[in-house]
């Protein structure tokens, strides 16, 4: 049989990494190992890895200074013995069948990748969705890759045909054959806005062949607020620059301009979240007003509105980005006041991670 390898960054996860193990043990494709990153925890994350590897022969631990989540999985690539690799975050879990689900599925078929859906739950694993890609064909091979799949998987515009958007790097089971070869590494979280998103950009260009499983095989837990996330969407100038790096990306692997047009999506998403987090500040109205009217006069952003098509945008988009590009600043700040006070909202009643919510552009 041939190996997979599965890659759990741990990061002070002593309250879910036993749950996440025993759902990665249990998996019906029992040619594995687990690969426990533990990225320099503070509480007895460390000591439970120690104790899990006792248990399990399959099962090395590796512990490091805390770098992040990036440079823990890349720990985990370079060791890794396997055929396959699989990212499993310490504090989600996975169904039984992921593993033999995305063998069965590559499996002679000389694919590079699988992608598959999430289902999500919250903080007790009570499930509160699902986000399951469907498309019309479920192998892009050759020039469809990076010209039907990839644009799909940035943004999908007609999701009654296709819904490729993928909400992390988790959600896909990848060669690591085609990793070893081209030296494919993630970046780092503390360089990047979405590392992960970018990460996967590069990647693209060396597929030549994927599968989509319309199946949700991955459990990602909610409940748990990331501050350190929520910290850099508050840095508009960060988000600026990634959306650079992504262009310039885009143009030295020659992607089409559909994916080039496309990646604005992550960039707005990011910065109407950067509004928002900064309209619920604890300031006076008029540090708050400066704030807000820095990032909407900005240029960059102009230019990028200018280029959509705004009647294909949603009401409450359509009528902010109109705004926007009118100078309209007063109606923008109050759209992004209500806008705020909704997603807070919505936030306390479904105790929603605000970066990942963001990610998956619900």
Known sequence: MEKVTVVVP?????????????????QTYTSIEIIL???????????????????????????????????????????????????????DYIKPNLVEKCVNAIAGND????????????????VIGEKIPYSDKYIFEGKEVQEEFLPEMIFSENKKVRNLETPASMANFYSLGIIRKIGWRFE?????????????????????????????????????ESLSSSSRLMNYEMIRKYYNQCVSLCEKNNYNENVLRKVSEPYLSFTITCLKLKARQKKNIVAKKMELNEILKDTQLHEVLK???????????????????????????????????RSKRLDESRNFNIYRRIQLRQ
């Not at 999985?73 to 310490?90: C, M, P, Q």
């Not at 590079?112 to 694993?125: I, K, L, N």
């Not at 996967?200 to 989509?212: D, G």
């Open 10 to 26: 741990v990061y002070n996860a002593e309250k879910y990494l036993a749950e996440c193990l025993e759902s990665i043990q249990k």
């Open 37 to 91: 990153v533990d990225d320099g925890s503070k509480d007895s994350s460390p000591t439970l890895c120690d104790t899990l590897q006792k248990e399990d022969n399959r099962i090395k631990v590796i512990h490091k200074v805390n770098e992040g989540a990036g440079k823990s999985r890349n720990k985990g690539i370079e060791v890794a013995t396997g055929d396959y690799i699989l990212f499993v975050d310490s504090d």
């Open 111 to 126: 694919s590079a990748m699988v992608m598959f859906g999430v289902q999500h739950t919250d903080e007790v694993g009570k």
């Open 188 to 224: 780092s979280e503390r360089e990047y806005i979405s590392e992960d998103f970018y990460s996967r950009l590069k990647l693209y260009r060396h597929i030549n062949k994927l599968v989509v499983l319309n199946k949700a095989l991955y459990c990602y837990r909610h409940g748990h």
């Open 307 to 341: 280029q959509r098509n705004l009647d294909n945008e949603n009401k409450a988009k359509r009528v902010l980005y109109r705004a926007i590009l009118a100078d309209n600043y007063f109606l923008a700040r109050v759209l992004i006041y209500m806008q705020a006070y």
